[in-house]
């Protein structure tokens, strides 16, 4: 692992915030980076990935509740 280092010039993997709030935002983004960089930078590829992954769950939870409201909405005038 050091010399991947070396080679790479003095790259930490410290993860970070702003990788997840990019995932966060950019779901397809935060996949890709996930992927290219699951080997080389375990804790920014988890960042990203994670951050996907909640706007993901996020937007499921979001239309089911859309849905359930609408349709209480719909049975209202019925």
Known sequence: MSEDLKMNGNQEDKGG???GLLGCCIPAVGLILFIIW???KPKTS???GIGA???VIAAI???ILYFII???GIGMYV
């Open 17 to 19: 915030f702003a990788w």
């Open 53 to 55: 992954l909640v706007a």
């Open 46 to 48: 988890k960042a990203a």
């Open 70 to 72: 609408a349709a209480v």
């Open 61 to 63: 939870v979001l239309c």
């Open 38 to 40: 699951k080997d080389t």
